[in-house]
């Protein structure tokens, strides 16, 4: 079955750090870029990060560059996201996405995982 | 950062309506342009890309149009599996960005 996991999340300390992880299966993870978007409490999307197949080109956004790193490991199937400082802003539903492109090379989030929960609460 | 709006914030409409969604950037983005549909507690789901191409297994009730800084979502007869949260994407230029969604709620 195509799919993505996250895990990692839950109640963290103002200052402290969190890994979260997303595990692929059902396609080739190192044939694809992969993203992190999250969502806060009754509230939008936001973009996070971006990491490419061979991990050679990332971007952040603002609000986490600096603190938030995004790897993969691609021998595991797997998707990282390192967050450190955490503050209270950054509480939110954290998806990891795949990006799927099409042959006139648009780009798109073709699959999401469920999410994982990260509340950053003294 | 390219910021996206979307009009209207929510609406209210009934089985069989034609529903229309506008989003506009704050500058050109040729067609790179995305929409999701994201239901109570669920991940958004992709329902067209390059501004007007559906996505695999969506109905085709779905469409998209629009192109530079001004583009369309519509979904021709709604169904009561259709009442969700729409959102646009821009997909141009990183940081990627989001509009603040439209919910579609029952009239």
């Known amino acids: 079955e195509v799919q993505l996991v996250e895990s990692g999340g839950g109640l963290v300390q103002p200052g402290r750090s969190l890994r979260l992880s997303c595990a692929a299966s059902?396609?080739?993870?190192?044939?694809?870029?992969m993203h992190w978007v999250r969502q806060g409490p009754g509230t939008g999307l936001e973009w996070v990060s971006v990491?490419?197949?061979?991990?050679?080109?990332?971007h952040y956004a603002d609000s986490v560059k600096g603190r938030f790193t995004i790897s993969r490991d691609n021998a595991k199937n797997s998707l990282y996201l390192q967050m450190n400082s955490l503050r209270a802003e950054d509480t939110a539903m954290y998806y990891c996405?795949?990006?799927?492109?099409?042959?006139?090379?648009?780009?798109?989030?073709?699959?999401w995982g469920r999410g994982t929960l990260v509340t950053v609460s003294s | 950062d390219i910021q996206m709006t979307q009009s209207p914030s929510s609406l209210s409409a009934s089985v069989g309506d034609r529903v229309t969604i506008t989003c506009r950037a704050s500058?050109?983005?040729?067609?790179?342009l995305n929409w999701y549909q994201q239901k109570p507690g669920k991940a958004p789901k992709l329902l067209i890309y390059?501004?007007?191409s559906l996505q695999s297994g969506v109905p085709s009730r779905f469409s998209g149009s629009g192109s530079g800084t001004d583009f369309t979502l519509t979904i021709s007869s709604l169904q009561p599996e259709d009442f969700a949260t729409y959102y646009c994407?821009?997909?141009?230029?990183?940081?990627?960005?989001f509009g603040p969604g439209t919910n579609v709620d029952i009239k």
């Open positions: 996405a795949k990006e799927g492109h099409s042959s006139s090379g648009d780009w798109y989030f073709d699959l």
């Open positions: 059902g396609f080739t993870f190192d044939d694809y870029a």
């Open positions: 990491i490419s197949w061979n991990s050679a080109t990332i």
């Open positions: 500058q050109s983005i040729s067609s790179y």
């Open positions: 390059a501004a007007s």
């Open positions: 994407e821009q997909s141009y230029i990183t940081p990627f960005t």
